[in-house]
Nanobody, 124 residues
Framework: QVQLEESGGGLVQAGGSLRLSCTAS????????MGWFRRFIGEEREFVAG??????NSYSYDKGRFTISRDNAKNILYLQMNSLEPEDTAVYYC???????????????????WGQGTQVTVST
């Protein structure tokens, strides 16, 4: 069964850090570009960070706070989030796009596979 499963979310105080993980099963992560998105209540998913298939190219909407990385040998994608703010409170999703190139994909519609999401709540 092909599956992406996020973990690492939770409640953190403003200024704190969290590291999200996305574990893939039933597929080889090295065949996919990956991304992190988030959804605020009542809104559409928005791009957070993306990385190409081998990790040689990545992009984050907030490079100073959010860093995406991957370990293809372990089939895991990561999102390190630092200096978290209450405005970062959302459900965070990982997604996979079956493409091996240098490109990073930033639109939700470009991704075929999605995890169920993990809640991140940042308190004041």
């Amino acid at each position: 069964q092909v599956q992406l499963e996020e973990s690492g979310g939770g409640l953190v105080q403003a200024g704190g850090s969290l590291r999200l993980s996305c574990t893939a099963s039933g597929l080889a992560l090295s065949n996919y570009a990956m991304g992190w998105f988030r959804r605020f209540i009542g809104e559409e998913r928005e791009f957070v960070a993306g990385i190409n298939w081998d990790g040689s190219n990545s992009y984050s909407y907030d490079k100073g706070r959010f860093t995406i990385s991957r370990d293809n040998a372990k089939n895991i994608l990561y999102l390190q989030m630092n200096s978290l703010e209450p405005e970062d409170t959302a459900v965070y999703y990982c997604a996979a796009h079956e493409r091996t190139s240098r490109l990073v994909w930033t639109l939700a519609d470009e991704y075929e596979l999605w995890g169920q999401g993990t809640q991140v709540t940042v308190s004041t």
